[in-house]
């Protein structure tokens, strides 16, 4: 009899310690203190290094203010872009935010906040390029980030069967690098992306009419933690209604481009 007493609060005592467990697990994301955000930090303007080798940009920005609201502190993480989604599944960074394009497919790895900012997929070549049209790309080399939106972009466009070859590259910081030195004939890149350059460099660049794609960007959240996306979104939304998102995007875009 005693033995069976005793067995009955063994298994008690250990699936009442297995859902505490269990309640802390799926609390865990939205009670931290520190967020730590994965991003590219090339990625101009939407975060990257300044000439202080500070991470600065319009998410980076967006980003703090948004944790303001939520009482939190940030702690922004370079991580390789390939692997994003892996960093966010194994808990290394609690979100992905750096021009993320929101897609069916990664629909299927991660949760996504509400769309905050439009982009799409444009082609640059060099001011002084022949090309001008997408048909123009037919037998050229193009160069692209590699497992970025532009790949999609390009894959899903019927001028990706007469281009030549295609380079990848770790960011388009290298990509536009290979463009300045004729490597490649023209880059598949982010429309908000090649502006920020175009506005540095203009005489060097310029970009196509057509565009591959339009698209919208989002804020990647681990499946398992809706109270996480739940909390930042309300904070998003705060921000869309106090005028602070609006500030922010004036400061990077010269106007209010945060959709609403």
């Not at 069976?4 to 063994?10: C, S």
């Not at 703090?64 to 989604?85: L, R, S």
Request: glycine share 6%; net charge negative.
């Amino acid at each position: 009899m005693k033995k069976m007493i005793l067995a009955i609060l063994t298994l008690f005592i250990a699936s009442t310690v297995l859902a505490a467990c269990g309640q802390s697990d799926a609390s865990s994301g939205s009670d931290k203190d520190t967020l730590v955000i994965g991003i590219d930090d090339k990625f101009a303007p939407m975060g990257f290094r300044d000439e202080q080798n500070e991470i600065v940009g319009f998410d980076i920005d967006l980003a703090k203010a948004a944790a303001e609201k939520m009482g939190v502190d940030v702690k922004f993480q370079p991580i390789d872009w390939k692997t994003k989604e892996s960093e966010l599944s194994s808990g290394r960074i609690d979100l992905i935010w750096n021009g993320y394009t929101i897609t069916d497919e990664r629909k299927e790895k991660v949760l996504f906040t509400k769309p905050y900012l439009a982009n799409a997929q444009v082609v640059a070549t060099l001011a002084d390029s022949d090309i001008q049209s997408l048909e123009d790309l037919n037998g050229k080399t193009v160069g692209l980030q590699s497992l970025s939106s532009a790949s999609d972009a390009l894959s899903a466009n019927p001028i990706s069967k007469d281009i030549k070859s295609i380079s990848e590259y770790a960011d388009n910081v290298l990509a536009l690098s290979d463009l300045k030195s004729g490597r490649v004939d023209a880059v598949i890149i982010d429309e908000v992306v090649i502006d920020y350059y175009m506005s540095k460099e203009g005489e060097s660049f310029k970009v196509l009419d057509e565009s591959l794609a339009p698209e919208e960007y989002g804020i990647g959240v681990a499946k398992n933690n809706e109270d996480l996306l739940n909390d930042l979104q309300a904070a998003l939304d705060e921000m869309n209604e106090d005028g602070t998102a609006g500030k922010i995007s004036e400061k990077w875009f010269g106007e209010d481009k945060v959709l609403k």
